[in-house]
C-alpha cells in the first residue's frame, strides 16, 4: 500500500468518527441542557437542519485541523505511543474551539453544566478517534515485524559494524521502522563481512537510490573515526536524504539519538530533522500574515522608496536576482535596486562597504536593510520565509561547496529575509565569510523552532534601528 492510500485510509475514517463523535456528544448534550433545550425528543433535535449542517461541517473541520497539526505526515513512522498523544492534544485544541464558537451559545440551567458537556465532548471525540487510527497503527506495526513495511534504508559499510545493524534490523519483534535493501561498500579495500547484498560501491550510489528508492543512508563502518564519518557525510549530502551513523553507547550523551533506535543499536542523525509538521503549518501561517500585514502597512513607505529611486540613479525601481531557495530551487529574490545600472556587466561580484557601484540612496536604504523589504512579496509567494537561512547565488554557493559540503544542508529549508547568521555573524562579503557564517546557519537547523524563529526577529530589529547594515 501507498503512503497516499494510508494517508486517505486514515482521512476517511478520522471523518466518520467525527462524525459519529458529534452525533453521540450532541444526544448527550440534548440530556445534558434537556430543560432549556426547544426540542421535545433527542431525534428531533438530532434531525433539524441546522443539526444536518454542523453535521457534514465539522467533520471535515477536525480533518483539516488534524491535517494542520501534521497527523497526516509520514504514515509509516507512527507508533501507538504517538498515535495517543497527538489524538488527545488534537482532540483538546478542537474540542476547545468548538466550546466557545458552539457550545457557548446554548443555555444551561447552571454554568457548572458547561464542564461536564466539555469533558464530554473531548472524551467522545478523544475515543472515537483513537481507536481506528490504533487499530490501523497496530495493523502496520504487525506489517513492520513482517519486514513488509517501512522506510527504505541503504547501510554504508560491510564490515561488522555493518553486520550488526542488519541484524539488529531483523529482529522483527522490535518492529524497527526502518528496512534494509542492502549494503553499500566504503571503500574499495573494505573486508565484506556482512550476510546480505552488497549493491555496490560509492561510486555508484546515485543509481543505487535511484534504483531503490532509498529514503534513508546509515554510516555503519568500522573505523571510529569521526574524520571519516564527516568525510563518508560530506559525500552523501548531496543525495538530499536523512542520514544516519551509528554511536556506542558511551557516545549517546554528546549526540542527537534517533528515538527509533535507542532499543537497539543508537543512531546519531546527521542531518536536521527540523521543525515538526505542525510548526511548519503554523510557520507559513505567520509568513502569510505577517508578510500580507508588513506588504499592505508599508506601502507608503514603498511608494517614497522607490521615488526615491527613481531620482537618485537610471534604471528600474526593483532589482530581481536568481537564488538557490529550498532544494536547491532558484527563484528571483526581490531587492529594491542600490546600485547604479549595469553594475555587474562583467560578472557576479560580493559588495562592500566602500562600494562604488552603490547610489547614494542605495547605501542610505542597505544601512538600515529598507532594500530587502520587497522580499516581504518571495515569502508571500511561498520563496521565502521571514526566518531562515539567506539565500546565495548558484555562482557562489558552487564555490562554498568546494570547501564546505555540508552547505547543501541550508537547501533543507527556505531561505528567509533574516537569518542567525545575520544577526550573529552579520553581512558576509566574501566566500570565505561565508563559509564561517555557515556554522551559525547549521547552529539554527540543529535548533529550529518557533520560538527561536521570534528571537532571531526580535534580535534583527536592533541592527536596522543602529544602521548595521552593508
Known amino acids: 500500500m501507498s503512503d497516499r492510500k494510508r494517508i486517505l485510509r486514515y482521512l476517511c475514517f478520522d471523518y466518520l468518527s467525527a462524525l459519529v463523535a458529534w452525533q453521540l456528544f450532541n444526544a448527550f448534550r440534548f440530556y445534558e441542557f434537556r430543560s432549556t433545550i426547544e426540542f421535545d425528543t433527542v431525534w428531533a433535535f438530532l434531525n433539524n437542519p441546522k443539526a444536518y449542517v454542523m453535521s457534514l461541517v465539522l467533520p471535515l473541520l477536525w480533518v483539516l485541523l488534524y491535517a494542520f497539526l501534521g497527523y497526516y505526515q509520514q504514515p509509516r513512522r507512527k507508533n501507538t505511543g504517538s498515535d495517543l498523544l497527538s489524538t488527545f492534544f488534537s482532540a483538546f485544541i478542537g474540542s476547545l474551539l468548538i466550546f466557545f464558537t458552539v457550545i457557548i451559545n446554548d443555555y444551561p440551567a447552571q454554568y457548572t453544566q458547561f464542564y461536564s458537556v466539555f469533558a464530554g465532548l473531548l472524551l467522545i471525540h478523544f475515543f472515537c478517534t483513537l481507536l481506528p487510527r490504533l487499530l ?24 561488522q559494524e555493518a553486520e550488526d545493524i542488519r541484524q539488529y534490523l531483523s529482529r522483527r519483534k522490535n518492529s524497527s521502522v526502518y528496512l534494509a535493501q542492502g549494503f553499500i561498500k566504503a571503500s574499495p579495500d573494505e573486508k565484506v563481512l556482512v550476510k546480505g547484498p552488497v549493491l555496490g560501491s560509492l561510486e555508484e550510489l546515485d543509481r543505487i537510490i535511484a534504483r531503490e528508492k532509498t529514503e534513508s543512508l546509515i554510516i555503519a563502518i568500522d573505523e571510529r573515526d569521526d574524520a571519516r564519518i564527516r568525510q563518508l557525510a560530506d559525500l552523501l549530502y548531496v543525495y538530499g536524504l536523512e542520514i544516519h551513523t551509528t554511536i556506542h553507547p558511551q557516545e549517546v550523551l554528546l549526540s542527537d539519538v534517533s528515538l527509533y533506535s535507542v532499543s537497539g543499536v543508537p543512531l546519531r542523525r546527521l542531518t536536521p530533522s527540523g521543525m515538526s509538521a505542525a510548526e511548519r503549518n503554523l510557520k507559513r501561517l505567520s509568513d502569510l500574515l505577517l508578510s500580507s500585514l508588513g506588504l499592505i502597512l508599508l506601502s507608503p513607505l514603498f511608494a517614497y522608496l522607490a521615488i526615491r529611486v527613481r531620482r537618485d540613479s537610471d534604471g528600474p525601481v526593483f532589482y530581481r536576482q536568481q537564488r538557490l531557495g529550498k532544494n536547491a530551487k532558484p527563484f528571483n529574490i526581490i531587492k529594491f535596486r542600490t546600485m547604479y545600472k549595469e553594475a555587474e556587466s562583467d560578472g557576479p561580484l560580493l559588495s562592500s562597504v566602500n562600494d562604488s557601484r552603490i547610489t547614494p540612496f542605495g547605501r542610505t536604504m542597505r544601512k538600515y536593510r529598507l532594500d530587502e523589504l520587497p522580499q516581504l512579496y518571495n515569502v508571500l509567494k511561498g520563496e521565502m520565509t521571514l526566518v531562515g537561512p539567506r539565500p546565495e547565488r548558484e555562482f557562489y554557493a558552487r564555490q562554498i561547496i568546494e570547501q564546505a559540503p555540508h552547505y547543501r544542508l541550508v537547501w533543507q529549508v527556505k531561505p528567509g529575509v533574516t537569518s542567525l547568521g545575520e544577526v550573529k555573524y552579520g553581512y558576509a562579503d566574501s566566500v570565505d565569510k561565508m563559509i564561517e557564517r555557515l556554522d551559525y546557519d547549521l547552529i539554527y537547523l540543529k535548533k529550529q523552532s518557533l520560538l527561536m524563529d521570534l528571537k532571531i526577529l526580535v534580535f534583527t530589529v536592533k541592527p536596522l534601528l543602529l544602521g548595521k547594515g552593508v
Not at 502496520?140 to 513488509?148: D, E, F, I, T, Y
Open 136 to 159: 490501523f497503527t497496530s495493523l502496520m506495526l504487525n506489517r513492520h515485524a513482517a519486514g513488509k513495511v517501512g522506510v527504505s534504508a541503504l547501510i554504508i559499510g560491510c564490515g
